[in-house]
């Protein structure tokens, strides 16, 4: 987005004195947990409980908020929450869990939050019409690429099993089966975001760092209408970047056209061939640096499992952020970060991604595509679509530096990740195309 707001410590502090975030929806503001990220990037949770603007004030202090987020669970105390595998304290008792829907359609334009729009009146109907037991709430615009849709379950079974441990684990379990037959309904969501207990989401009337827009609650009727007809009422600060009309994606290139000369000397037994890109994991300008940059396939609902599992790891190993993104063969994950060989492999088997790690090791880099496929008769297929940054968290605690090449591929796959550190190498990456018959 090349109208990114410049934001300075006063903007931040004028907007979060002046402005009361939107805690309505909330029965008990008191009972979630609050996580901002600053103007320095660095990530702060609340000490204490947040019920209303001063108290929201008061946790803040002078660290205020350029992205403010809300803990999609209700919690007995919010404010002392370990990790989901720490074994060493009580594990957290869980009150209430929203059901949120994410669906973001990058790059940030009318054309794509239209897209968005659409998609997410499409889940509504499926759930009107498959899961009448979830009540719909409201959506709120995240103030960037897409929609939150929030639903409450009626049912409270899950939340009366007396084990804090068993009950997380039943709704989540819950959650995940919900969230599998969403996906296999075709429905564009986020597959990170609707089964974890432990997920935040945007807090409404609170800043979009990237693009200075209100996250905003609407209801369903507004949300039925097009875009045009009313994203002029969507509140913004005096420096938020514009709605372009057309953003940036993966471009649709021409089909290439064969001689009739070449037509004629084609074999027969050639058969049909499709061409795609791919990218060198190395670090260039580096000697023996690699980024984490692999694929992952599976049925839909074991992707999301393998996915999760993924993310999770890496919070554990302190590496991050992670770009995904999907196409229909599976998932691309990219964690920008310069790692040295010496260690790669055991981070790589850490993570899950033991067959990268491999490549690293014997050949010192590993080609890995990065665009869609060029059929020879239909041209390029569909883009791959960006499906969110996560493990954000571990990025902040992640000591190495970024890579600058390949930030850059980031940016141009749809994804803008600020490098709060040291970066590594040249901007210039391998790319090589690669035909295969």
């Not at 903007?11 to 990220?37: C, I, M, N, S, V």
């Not at 989901?84 to 669906?103: E, M, T």
């Not at 037959?181 to 807090?203: C, S």
């Not at 009727?221 to 009313?230: E, S, V």
Request: positive net charge; aromatic residues 8%; glycine residues 6%.
């Amino acid at each position: 987005m090349g109208d990114r707001p410049e934001w300075d410590w006063e903007d931040l502090k004028e907007f979060a004195e002046q402005t009361a975030p939107d805690f309505e929806w909330l029965e008990k503001p008191g009972r979630h947990q609050y996580r901002w990220r600053t103007i320095t990037g660095r990530w702060m949770t609340a000490k204490r409980r947040v019920k209303d603007h001063r108290t929201y004030l008061k946790a803040c202090g002078k660290r205020f908020p350029m992205d403010m987020y809300v803990s999609t669970a209700a919690w007995l105390d919010p404010t002392k929450l370990p990790r989901i595998r720490d074994k060493s304290r009580p594990h957290p008792i869980l009150l209430n869990h929203w059901i949120v829907f994410d669906i973001d359609m990058r790059p940030f334009s009318q054309r794509r939050l239209e897209a968005a729009r659409k998609a997410a009146c499409e889940l509504m109907d499926w759930m009107t019409e498959n899961e009448p037991e979830r009540i719909f709430s409201h959506v709120s615009f995240s103030g960037g690429k897409g929609f939150h849709i929030f639903y409450r379950d009626e049912d409270r079974s899950l939340f009366s099993i007396p084990e804090p441990k068993l009950r997380e684990e039943s709704v989540r379990a819950d959650r995940k089966e919900l969230l599998n037959r969403v996906i296999e309904a075709g429905h564009p969501v986020d597959p990170l975001v609707t089964a974890d207990t432990r997920r935040i989401i945007r807090l409404p009337k609170t800043l979009h760092g990237s693009t200075g827009w209100v996250c905003t609650r609407i209801d369903g009727t507004q949300l039925r209408q097009p875009l045009r007809d009313w994203a002029n009422t969507i509140p913004r600060h005096k420096k938020s970047a514009r709605l372009p009309r057309w953003g940036f994606t993966m471009p649709r290139f021409p089909k290439m056209k064969s001689s009739r000369n070449h037509r004629e000397k084609r074999n027969d037994n050639d058969g049909p061939t499709s061409i795609h890109l791919e990218v060198s994991s190395q670090v260039p300008g580096t000697r023996d640096r690699n980024v984490f940059l692999f694929w992952i396939t599976a049925k839909p609902d074991k992707l999301v499992e393998r996915i999760g599992h993924i993310i999770d790891a890496m919070d554990q190993a302190d590496i991050g952020p992670c770009a995904i993104w999907s196409d229909d063969t599976g998932a691309l994950l990219m964690v920008p970060r310069a790692i040295p060989a010496a260690a790669f492999p055991k981070l790589s088997r850490r993570i899950g991604a033991v067959r990268l790690g491999q490549n690293v090791t014997s050949k010192g880099h590993a080609w890995v595509r990065f665009s869609p496929q060029f059929d020879d008769t239909e041209g390029w297929g569909d883009p791959l679509e960006a499906r969110g940054i996560h493990a954000k968290e571990a990025g902040g605690r992640c000591k190495h530096p970024w890579s600058h090449g390949h930030l850059l591929l980031a940016e141009r796959l749809g994804f803008k990740i600020e490098a709060d550190g040291d970066i590594s190498g040249t901007p210039d990456l391998p790319i090589r195309a690669v035909k295969i018959r």
